[in-house]
């Protein structure tokens, strides 16, 4: 699957992304180069966002946005489950928010999801993130309503700044070619 629009191609990772999606990831939710981007989580959880050994593990459902110079500059992952797909490790380069890479990310894995089979799309974003989930509300997401707890204590997803941390589920239905 490859596919180039406005600036960007999107495709497929495969093993050798694995450094620059964690690159990328760590650079647009951790530490104080993410406060470039408006999608940090610096001021919530403290410590890594992922490792290579979990991006390798998602390789094959891993896409990737790159740049005309073949840089990585934003990644989803798209894990089909039971009849949906569930989105997660979404990254834009912190000074390329806001341009559209992350709007045509996000649409091209709607589209490989229902291409798949996928009924829906689910994800999970941190509640207090307000401005995250009204950006997917905007782009047809709805709140189920349900919240999932933070893992506390499992040093893989952060070390909670906070005690108040938990998920909102966000679920977009969708339109299935006949």
């Given at each position: 699957m490859l596919r180039e629009t406005a600036g960007v191609r999107i495709r497929n990772a495969t093993p050798a992304d694995v450094d620059a999606v964690v690159a990328l990831v760590e650079s647009a939710y951790r530490g104080e180069s993410s406060r470039a981007g408006w999608t940090?989580?610096?001021?919530?959880?403290d410590g890594q966002r992922t490792d290579p050994a979990e991006v390798a593990s998602v390789v094959d459902?891993?896409?990737v946005a790159e740049d005309e110079d073949g840089q990585v500059?934003?990644?989803c992952t798209l894990v089909p489950?039971?009849?949906y797909a569930y989105f997660g490790m979404f990254a834009v380069r912190p000074g390329?928010?806001?341009g559209g890479v992350g709007?045509?990310?996000?649409?091209r894995a709607e589209e490989l999801?229902?291409?798949?089979?996928?009924?829906?799309?689910?994800?999970?974003?941190?509640t207090s993130r307000t401005e995250l989930i009204a950006y997917y509300l905007r782009r047809g997401y709805v709140d189920t309503g349900e919240h999932r707890p933070f893992p506390y204590g499992d040093d893989r997803f952060g070390r909670p700044r906070r005690d108040d941390?938990?998920?909102?589920?966000?679920v977009k239905q969708l339109v299935t070619q006949l």
């Open positions: 940090t989580e610096a001021d919530l959880l459902h891993l896409v500059v934003g990644c489950k039971d009849g390329l928010q806001g709007s045509q990310l996000l649409a999801a229902a291409e798949h089979g996928a009924k829906h799309v689910e994800m999970t974003v941190i941390l938990a998920f909102t589920v966000l």
